[in-house]
């Protein structure tokens, strides 16, 4: 058990396909500032693959990667 | 850094295909990179005004749609086989939390996906430019080839 990371908004994107899990997850990066957490909990398992692609192309840090029973929380760092 | 650019040639009006050049322009533009969507032949429907969510499915020729039994092409092609196809695969997109058309449309231009109609097909079909919705703008070869020439990524769907 991992310390629980801190965040500064939190995105529930569960229930979701692609690409709104995307979609989303950048509108909320947009209203934070840097070095900002966002906390983001999917269930689409594509997810995983998409979010570390987004974040390579947009140059965001994805902190910390969580698998739960059939979901998925990502801690993003804003960077750019 | 300058971002990167694609082009997408929108050609069909069905609901399956016009998922693709949707999801992958917004995809597009959350990752930063400059999207142009060329809308010809029938993918124009997909930029008519109010038409978005009213696109359909055929069942007819095509041999992979899942349906609940085994449907032979005659009785396919029976009238009102079409509205459900239709029903069953819009409850189906919905059920996996698949955005619509018309919400992928409006969230491609919020997020500033450049659209062009082509105005030679709309001409051969009758379309006017008063049937499109706003903010498309009206070219032909030229101007997709102007855009492609500096993409990285130009697709044909």
């Given amino acids: 058990m991992s310390a629980e990371m801190k965040f500064d908004a939190l995105l529930d994107a569960k229930g979701l396909s692609c690409p709104l899990p995307i979609l989303k997850t950048k509108k909320a990066v947009e209203t934070l500032t840097k070095d900002q957490v966002l906390k983001v909990e999917t269930t689409d398992p594509g997810s995983k693959n998409d979010m570390a692609s987004w974040a390579k192309r947009t140059g965001n840090e994805i902190v910390k990667v969580e698998e739960g029973s059939g979901t998925f929380t990502f801690y993003i760092k804003k960077k750019a | ?157």
């Fill in chain 2, 1 to 157: 850094m300058a971002n990167k650019k694609m082009t997408i040639i929108a050609s069909k009006g069905s609901l399956d295909m016009a998922y693709p050049p949707l999801i992958l322009a917004t995809t597009a533009a959350a990752m930063d990179i400059d999207v142009t969507i060329f809308f010809t032949f029938y993918g124009l429907d997909i930029i008519k005004k109010n038409n978005a969510d009213n696109l359909k499915i055929s069942p007819v020729g095509n041999p992979a749609l899942p349906m609940p039994v085994p449907i032979p092409t005659l009785v396919a092609s029976l009238p009102g086989m079409e509205a459900m196809a239709t029903a069953m695969m819009k409850s189906m997109f919905n059920k996996h939390g698949v955005a619509s058309i018309g919400q992928l449309l409006d969230l491609a231009r919020e997020s500033g996906v450049k659209l062009i109609g082509c105005q030679m097909t709309m001409d051969v079909m009758g379309v006017k430019q008063s049937d499109i919705i706003d903010g498309v703008e009206f070219g032909g070869a030229a101007t997709w080839l102007d855009a492609a020439s500096d993409a990285q990524i130009n697709l044909f769907i």
